[in-house]
Nanobody
Framework: QVQLVASGGGLVQAGDSLRLSCAASEHTFSMYNMGWFRQAPGKEREFVQGITRSGFIVYSADFVKGRFTISRDNAKNTMYLQMNNLRPEDTATYYC???????????????????WGQGTQVTVSS
């Protein structure tokens, strides 16, 4: 059973930056695609960014628009989400997720992922 622990959220002002981390317990971390999703109150969970197991290919939601950068350090079993120029509409709980069996699924769909972190709250004030 893979455990993911997300951290790094907080309360910031518009225009500030945050770096989220997602630490995985499993040594096979490097074998699977991973992603970040977010969910705001009253809204459905939405895709933010995904990264292939090698880290060479990244997929992004349109609203990211160059503000966010996903990365991973397979040696540390950790994935990151660097968020710059944050906006109030970025306020949400951010979840990290990993595929657990194969990498054939659509990296932007939540149903592709087998394991999820507990979420970390990001609040951006105007």
């Amino acid at each position: 059973q893979v455990q993911l622990v997300a951290s790094g959220g907080g309360l910031v002002q518009a225009g500030d930056s945050l770096r989220l981390s997602c630490a995985a317990s499993e040594h096979t971390f490097s074998m699977y695609n991973m992603g970040w999703f977010r969910q705001a109150p009253g809204k459905e969970r939405e895709f933010v960014q995904g990264i292939t197991r090698s880290g060479f290919i990244v997929y992004s939601a349109d609203f990211v628009k160059g503000r966010f950068t996903i990365s991973r350090d397979n040696a540390k079993n950790t994935m990151y989400l660097q968020m710059n120029n944050l906006r109030p509409e970025d306020t949400a709980t951010y979840y990290c997720a990993t595929v657990g069996s194969n990498n054939r699924g659509d990296i932007s769909r939540s149903t592709t992922y087998d394991y999820w972190g507990q979420g970390t709250q990001v609040t951006v004030s105007s």
